[in-house]
């Protein structure tokens, strides 16, 4: 376990000490978050803050998981198996999310959206279809899975593929829509990446368990400035590559089936849109007028409205991240 945690701190303080230099480039280029009118009044003062700050996260993580990925081609045993797969993941939604950040900067839909959800879809559901043939064919075939209580794998077969794709878009946008207050998608992750590098560590599976621990790392130096009162926002840069690489994590650990425990914050957060959405369409069909179960979606907005502080809801929030990964690495021993 020294080999993770020493990779997670070396990731830290490679990460955090290029911080306030990114902050200042992203202010030169008026790199600013646009808010939504619907969004609570108090979001409202923190226009113009930084995004794309994800930037901080995932080039620290390309870099050394690239560079351990060279050193282990030259015959260096400084990994073990390839992390290319994890590699791929975290680059190719960290690109899709970069353009989108953009666009909803600078782009001619500048109003905050960026690209269009079909377009964004779209690529999200070509990077996962990938990763899900590439994990189904292997090698190593992944097409079981650990189920807690059960001594043997339970084999999945072909449906693998669809569940891995579900998983990876669903776990990639509920991270997204996470990412509404200060630090709340940042250390949500920081506990579900660090629960499952654990896991994968008891399974024997280092090389996955220093890759989680990079990410790790690289998550504390943004909550370095993602603290509340926020000097940067992670943006799509960050919680679309977030949530898509921690599914894969769970996939490629065998314990996908503890995801939606482990990252339950991010459930309850993409599950209470679905409910709010979805209960405002049927309430305008039978009574003519649209009703709300939460008085905004995602769920954190409620708790705000409700009177809690934004510090309140992101520390309550990560009590339960804990004690659901905690839970979650558990029933991993079962």
């Not at 376990?1 to 990114?22: C, H, K, S």
């Not at 593929?161 to 949500?188: H, R, W, Y």
């Amino acid at each position: 376990m020294a080999y993770p945690l020493t990779l997670g701190a070396i990731t830290f303080f490679l990460a955090v000490i290029w911080g306030r230099p990114l902050i200042a480039l992203l202010r030169q280029q008026e790199l600013g978050k646009k808010i939504r009118i619907e969004e609570p009044d108090t979001r409202q003062i923190k226009t113009g803050t930084p995004t794309m700050g994800g930037i901080l996260i995932v080039v620290p993580v390309l870099l050394i998981t690239g560079a351990l990925n060279v050193a282990n081609l030259w015959g260096l045993n400084t990994i073990g198996q390839s992390t290319l797969l994890l590699f791929f993941c975290v680059a190719s939604h960290a690109i899709l999310g970069l353009v989108d950040d953009w666009q909803g900067i600078k782009g001619i839909r500048g109003r905050g959206e960026g690209m269009s959800a079909r377009m964004k879809s779209g690529f999200q559901f070509f990077f996962a279809t990938v990763i899900a043939l590439v994990l189904y064919f292997g090698p190593p075939q992944l097409d079981f899975v650990g189920v807690p209580g059960i001594a043997e794998y339970v084999t999945v077969g072909p449906l693998f593929i669809p569940i891995a794709i579900f998983m990876i878009v669903g776990t990639s946008n509920a991270v997204n829509l996470t990412d509404g207050l200060d630090s709340l998608a940042g250390s949500s992750c920081s506990v579900a990446f660090a629960c499952y590098g654990m896991i994968a560590y008891l399974q024997g599976q280092t090389y996955l368990a220093a890759f989680c621990y990079t990410v790790v790392g690289a998550l504390f130096a943004f909550l370095w400035y993602n603290a509340h009162p926020a000097q940067m926002f992670m943006g799509d840069t960050g919680s679309l590559a977030l949530g898509a690489t921690l599914a894969l994590v769970a996939l490629m650990s065998t314990q996908w089936l503890l995801l939606p425990l482990i990252g339950f914050v991010f459930v309850a957060e993409a599950g209470s849109v679905m409910l709010q959405v979805s209960y405002f369409k049927l309430t305008k069909r039978l009574y003519g007028e649209g009703r709300r179960i939460f008085k905004m979606s995602p769920i954190h907005y409620h708790f705000e409205l409700l009177g809690w502080s934004e510090t309140q809801v992101k520390e309550r929030f990560w009590i339960v991240s804990v004690l659901c990964g905690m839970a979650g690495v558990a029933l991993a021993l079962v």
